[in-house]
């Protein structure tokens, strides 16, 4: 079945940076839409940015010209890089792709999370 396996949180201080990766795998699954979206604790989990498979690209407006994100399709990865962090930025982080089976079932699926905490 499809996994997604995130990496690159942490511990970093108010100003820094981090960078997010998330590789997708699943025999005869192709992934379409890409993104991250965060979660802090008693808060609905958010949309931060998404990627198409073309690369069309959308972010939150809170995040807008401080990430960046990307990926790479023959990997099946999506990066999440996160500059100018600030304490609000705390959360949990987790990745979600589209997967389209090869009998053509579509369903989304989520990582496990990576916590990053933005504190100095």
């Known amino acids: 079945q499809v996994q997604l396996v995130e990496s690159g949180g942490g511990l970093v201080q108010p100003g820094g940076s981090l960078r997010l990766s998330c590789r997708a795998s699943?025999?005869?699954?192709?992934?379409?839409?890409m993104g991250w979206y965060r979660q802090t604790s008693g808060d609905q989990r958010e949309l931060v940015a998404s990627?198409?498979?073309?690369?069309?690209?959308g972010y939150a407006d809170s995040v807008k010209g401080r990430f960046t994100i990307s990926r790479d399709n023959a990997k099946n990865t999506v990066y999440l890089q996160m500059n100018s962090l600030q304490p609000e930025d705390t959360a949990v982080y987790y990745c979600?792709?589209?997967?389209?089976?090869?009998?053509?079932?579509?369903?989304?699926?989520w990582g496990q999370g990576t916590q990053v905490t933005v504190s100095s």
């Open positions: 699943g025999s005869g699954f192709t992934f379409n839409a």
């Open positions: 979600k792709a589209a997967a389209i089976s090869s009998n053509l079932h579509r369903d989304d699926y």
């Open positions: 990627i198409t498979r073309g690369g069309t690209t």
